[in-house]
């Protein structure tokens, strides 16, 4: 567990609307609630708009999905590899967003989509920005499971100078606010072993994405 000198998990501010709760999530069985859903809804790896394959592994559950295929980036309700709605977003995830985003100062968050990364060794998220959503009232509650992963968080300009925070093992990130469009993105995972997750990292992304 993340913690201070009095054993408190401590909380690292990124920006104006934006923290890191270090060690928020563990001590809940995260990683077999992702296992279940993505034995209903695989990770894939989506296309972009360009046809190129994403290397980050992605399912989703709960009533909105993020996609990415050729057609565009959006949300959808039914996932389009299995033709069903996505899996239930757990009553567990559910609370742990609320909960988080309630100690960073954001009243009321009830997301309505939750996009699962899975990271093997070598595979990286480039800098971007969460704009795919009808509203950016709401904040964007975020937890990193199983490796480390050293994300960038820069500012609302592409070329501003990003700061790099190494994200472990059930660290929560809460941003939103005049945070809400900050460009951020993932370095190329590191190889590693983590006992929750073996050799991957699982990044859990919780968004209020269609209209409220
Ligand atoms: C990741 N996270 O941690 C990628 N987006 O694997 C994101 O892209 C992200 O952590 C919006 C808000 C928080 C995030
Ligand atoms: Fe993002």
Not at 138 to 163: E, Y
Not at 167 to 185: E, Q, T, Y
Request: proline share 7%; charged share 20%; glycine share 12%.
């Amino acid at each position: 567990m993340e913690t201070d000198l009095f054993g408190n998990r401590r909380d690292e501010p990124l920006a104006d609307g934006a923290m890191i709760l270090r060690g928020f999530a563990l001590d809940r069985d995260l990683v077999g609630l992702v296992a279940a859903i993505a034995h209903a809804a695989p990770f894939r790896q989506m296309l972009t708009p360009g046809g190129k394959k994403i290397g980050v592994e992605m399912t989703n559950c709960g009533p909105l999905g993020w996609i990415s295929d050729r057609r565009g980036y959006r949300y959808e309700t039914l996932d389009p590899l299995t033709g069903k709605a996505w899996p239930a977003m757990p009553q567990a995830f559910l609370a742990l967003a609320r909960q988080a985003a309630g100690h960073a100062g954001f009243a009321d968050f009830t997301p309505d989509a939750c996009l699962i990364n899975r990271y093997a060794p070598g595979v990286k998220m480039g800098l971007h920005q969460d704009r795919d959503e009808a509203g950016f009232d709401a904040p964007i509650v975020s937890v990193s499971l199983g490796l480390p992963a050293v994300f960038q968080f820069g500012g609302l300009d592409r070329k501003d100078a990003v700061r790099r925070h190494e994200l472990r093992h059930g660290d929560v990130v809460v941003w939103g606010g005049p945070a809400r469009l900050a460009w951020h993105g993932i370095l190329t995972l590191k190889p590693g072993a983590h006992p929750a997750t073996g050799q991957t990292r699982i990044n859990l992304t919780f968004r209020q994405a269609g209209q409220r």
